[in-house]
């Protein structure tokens, strides 16, 4: 996968990051190959996602860490120059092309680059309904979450677009913009993106896979609003997968490489403006 150099990018293009929360590599990969992600796959490189390693087990520890620059890492020995990087004595992936910043985070770092930091919230740790929740969004400049941007609502990624269009709607247009989305649709509970699936028969691989196409038919319309004013880079990716059984196994946080390995993809999105 191409790297830009960030220390352009920054400054001149919005930005745009989406988690696709809980997303498994195996089933990324398995309906781009498919032609089952007619929306994602034209922006994948060669139409494929990249195979990288989370940088956590489980949403909290994993965006922590992506917010002080350590996206997930290519899954193929290194060490693998990163994008954004704080500034540390030592460190073996900041190279030529990486955006280095001396703020805690990357989000504080956009935001001293003169960047609306926007993150529009999804799963239950970015909630604001308690410490824990508030902790990740609150690094922003604005965050939004609703009870139907959560998990338990069936269309949850529609109205987390919704919320986005109504985001850049309202910002000047000559004022940069890093908007974040994390993306909830993924995660258990899944069993209602699948056309005859039971609460009671509860969440499969299949309907973890279907969600995924559920988010393909709306993630369109998020493309197109971050975009609607200049040139966006993109960075789409999952923060962990889950378990459905593999070894016994079921749910994340724990070492299995259904959890470990990760879908990502990062590309532009020219101006449709």
Known sequence: MSEPDMNEVIGRDD???????????DVAAELAAAGRLPTLAPHLPGGEWEKRHAPGSFTYASHQ???AGFLPTPAAPGPHPRLFAARFEGSETTAGRTFVFDTPDLVSALAAEGYRT?????????????AMGSTLPGLFQESHWEPEFSVAAPH??????????????????ERKLFLFVNV????????FHRPGATKEAGDTRETHAAAL?????????????????????????????TAYGEDGFTGHRLGHESVWTVPYAHFFLEASA
């Open 118 to 130: 926007v993150c529009i919230g999804g799963v239950g740790f970015f909630n604001k309904r308690g």
């Open 184 to 191: 909830s649709a993924l995660h258990q509970p899944n069993w």
């Open 15 to 25: 930005l745009l990051l989406v988690t696709l929360d809980t997303l498994r590599f």
């Open 156 to 173: 949850s990624f529609e109205a987390q677009v919704r919320c986005a269009e109504q985001v850049v709607a309202a910002l000047p247009p």
């Open 213 to 241: 196409e559920y988010v393909d038919r709306q993630i369109g319309r998020l493309f197109a609003a971050a975009s609607s004013r200049r040139r966006c880079f993109a960075i789409v990716c999952s923060d962990h997968g």
């Open 65 to 67: 860490a992506m917010f």
